[in-house]
């Protein structure tokens, strides 16, 4: 009897995950899908190369797919969206460029543009619709920071001696737009890879103990319990691995419950390289990369993987429970 309830619990515990599916909703675009930013649970921005937009009102039913003149070479690493009409897009490696626009993407604004050889904007992200920050790659030993203070119509470079500085071989990967996230009080955190791979917030920056020393290799996203909230969380977890060897497991994944000061790894760690992380709710995660998807129910410690699919980047609904997920010429929604 002791046997077949243990059976019957541990079914249980599983059927929930085991329900979780991932839904394909458009499919076949020549494009690689990094950006993404959903409003809510109806309205979707996502963005990526070959100047390329996409754009759904009505909960990925259809897409409008948007190729910005003059970019059709460039491409679009991370979106930021307010609303069904208003979105900011950054185009990497030189010039950088920040654009915006107002309405719908029928026509685009350059705000911002940086000719500085080695210039590489990663990731933005925002604390409201008027406040906002971009890293880039280091320029001269430093890393790029970048402000907007008026919902992203102008920005400013932060001043060279107040930015943090890199190792060599260190830098930020453009791979979902998620390395930087923000924090209460106008505070972010960021987080690095390469030859060195470390998380930057408060003070001194700290090591990561996840799989680095190679330009394939670090920490790609991180995740902030209560964000959302922009309660004082102190619960972060990082994920990455190795993008040439997108099915290892090797320190993939990090999880800190003090802000930094330790950090441990999950139990069941995701299963392969994963270039994004996003809470669901307090305690359920969905990660993705390459290789596949996985979800966590107990915030981090064990992932169990839900499809093989790749998917660069996936986000929950700033005003709703939606959660979506883009990669290579394809979104798809979570079930």
Request: proline share 4%; with cysteine; aromatic share 10%.
């Amino acid at each position: 009897m002791k046997k077949w309830i243990a059976l019957y619990l541990l079914s249980y515990a599983i059927c929930p995950l085991q329900a979780q599916q991932v839904k394909l909703l458009t499919t076949g675009n020549k494009t690689s899908l990094r950006g993404l930013s959903v409003v809510s649970d109806k309205v979707i921005w996502a963005s990526g190369s070959r100047g390329k937009v996409a754009r759904s009102v009505d909960s990925g039913k259809t897409f409008t797919w948007i190729t910005v003149p003059g970019f059709e070479q460039r491409d679009f690493r991370d979106i930021e969206a307010f609303d069904a009409v208003t979105a900011i897009v950054i185009a990497i490696d030189t010039p950088a460029t920040i654009l915006k626009t107002i309405d719908g993407g029928a026509h685009w604004k350059t705000v911002y543009e940086n000719r500085q050889p080695g210039m590489f904007i990663d990731a933005m992200e925002f604390w409201n619709e008027q406040s906002g920050i971009v890293i880039g790659d280091p320029i001269d030993g430093k890393f790029f920071i970048a402000r907007s203070f008026d919902g992203g119509d102008t920005w400013h470079a932060t001043s060279p001696d107040k930015l943090p500085a890199a190792a060599d071989g260190e830098a930020c990967f453009a791979s979902s737009g998620t390395n930087v996230r923000s924090l209460n009080l106008g505070e972010a955190c960021f987080i690095s890879g390469g030859t060195r791979s470390r998380f930057f917030w408060k003070g001194a920056p700290i090591d990561l103990p996840i799989i680095q020393g190679g330009n394939s290799t670090g920490a790609n996203s991180i995740a902030v319990r209560d964000h959302a909230k922009r309660k004082n969380s102190k619960y972060f977890v990082v994920v990455g691995g190795d993008f040439t060897r997108d099915t290892s497991t090797e320190k993939n994944c990090v999880i800190t419950k003090d802000g930094g000061a330790t950090w441990i790894s999950p139990i069941v760690p995701p299963h392969g390289y994963r270039s994004c992380v996003e809470f669901i709710s307090n305690t359920k995660m969905i990660t993705c990369g390459t290789s596949g998807v996985d979800i966590s129910t107990d915030g981090g410690m064990r992932w169990q993987n839900i499809s093989n699919e790749g998917f660069h980047v996936c986000r929950k609904a700033k005003k709703g429970t939606a959660v979506f997920l883009a990669g290579n010429g394809k979104i798809a929604k979570l079930n």
